[in-house]
Nanobody, 124 residues
Framework: QVQLVESGGGLVQAGGSLRLSCVVS????????VGWFRQVPGKEREFVAR????????DYAVSVKGRFTISRRNAENTVYLQMNSLKPEDTAVYYC?????????????????WGQGTQVIVSS
């Protein structure tokens, strides 16, 4: 029912920036908390950032805090992930996902719908 489409990935040099976009459709956009996750081959998918339904509250993984910024424009049904000061270890497939609300804990099974991902490659 809820569809998410990521875009904005690509190849960037270390220290550069990318902005990922996630367009959400299916119901009322503001009814969903949206999170960003990433996964590299051989590793589990990990949490990156999330934003509340209104956009007033955000959470970040320690590894990206201070470098990444999540935001949303509800009028456009879009969530963004601005990634600055990129490092090679940021290389991954990035996924956005929707949850009914911003739960107290971060569990991937709280997110009912997932996009197909967008590849980010950071070269050294």
């Amino acid at each position: 029912q809820v569809q998410l489409v990521e875009s904005g990935g690509g190849l960037v040099q270390a220290g550069g920036s990318l902005r990922l976009s996630c367009v959400v459709s299916g119901r009322t956009f503001s009814s969903y908390s949206v999170g960003w996750f990433r996964q590299v081959p051989g590793k589990e998918r990990e949490f990156v950032a999330r934003i509340s339904r209104s956009g007033g509250t955000t959470d970040y993984a320690v590894s990206v805090k201070g470098r990444f910024t999540i935001s949303r424009r509800n009028a456009e049904n879009t969530v963004y992930l601005q990634m600055n000061s990129l490092k090679p270890e940021d290389t991954a497939v990035y996924y956005c996902a929707a949850a009914p609300t911003m739960y107290g804990s971060i569990r991937q099974d709280h997110f009912d719908s997932w996009g197909q991902g967008t590849q980010v490659i950071v070269s050294s």
